[in-house]
Antibody, heavy 119, light 111 residues
């Protein structure tokens, strides 16, 4: 079965960076894109960006441009999202989601990773 | 402010039907048949319920249906059940920002 398993919760101080990983299994990793979506406490979903795993092409939300980097390691079937220059407003649950290329369908999601930014 | 507008809450009694709207512009919802809908329980990851406006993934109840008129997409749930109580989000491609945008979410309460 398709599974996306994310890394565990993180706590960072303001100004630091955080890396969240998303390991895929149960399907051909290079045939899909992986998107990152975050959800602040009590708030809605917010799209951050995506990587087309097969060719490494990335696209980021203008809101996060310059602060977010999404990469992948095809040998490990893992996608990584790094968010830098953290502030308290980046405290959120971060999700990875699988996406058939050419659609905006997120058909499988990771379990989410809570990132807390606090001094 | 979310790019797509959803009502903050809707409610209905068991067995009734409800509709959740998702209003955008002619740069997103109105121009593409690509709206998807997600159901989310508290503390859980979202689940795909409708994609490409009207299509239902395998395993999703046929009580869920999607439609679109102009710049507004809609999710209809018929025969409401207690288990439908959750948050619902719409999502669309937005050409103005060349990005994906979500609605603000709608909390469905089954009375």
């Amino acid at each position: 079965q398709v599974l996306l398993v994310q890394s565990g919760a993180e706590v960072r101080e303001p100004g630091a960076s955080v890396e969240v990983s998303c390991k895929a299994s149960g399907y051909t990793f290079t045939s899909y894109a992986i998107h990152w979506v975050r959800q602040a406490p009590g708030q809605g979903l917010e799209w951050m960006g995506r990587i087309v795993v097969g060719n490494g092409d990335t696209k980021y939300s203008q809101k996060f441009q310059g602060r977010v980097t999404i990469t992948r390691d095809t040998s490990a079937s893992t996608t990584y999202m790094v968010l830098s220059s953290l502030t308290s407003e980046d405290t959120a649950v971060y999700y990875c989601a699988r996406n058939p290329v050419g659609t905006i369908t997120f058909d499988y999601w990771g379990q989410g990773t809570l990132v807390t930014v606090s001094s | 402010q979310s790019a797509l507008t959803q009502p903050a809450s809707v409610s209905g009694s068991p067995g009734q039907s409800i509709t959740i709207s998702c209003t955008g512009t002619n740069s997103d919802v109105g121009s593409y048949d690509l709206v998807s809908w997600y159901q989310q329980y508290p503390g859980k990851a979202p689940k795909l319920m409708i994609y490409e406006g009207t299509k239902r993934p395998s395993g999703v109840s046929n009580r869920f249906s999607g439609s679109k008129s102009g710049n507004t997409a809609s999710l209809t749930i018929s025969g409401l059940q207690a288990e439908d109580e959750a948050d619902y989000y719409c999502c669309s491609y937005a050409s103005s920002s060349n990005s994906l945008v979500f609605g603000g979410g709608t909390k469905l309460t089954v009375l």
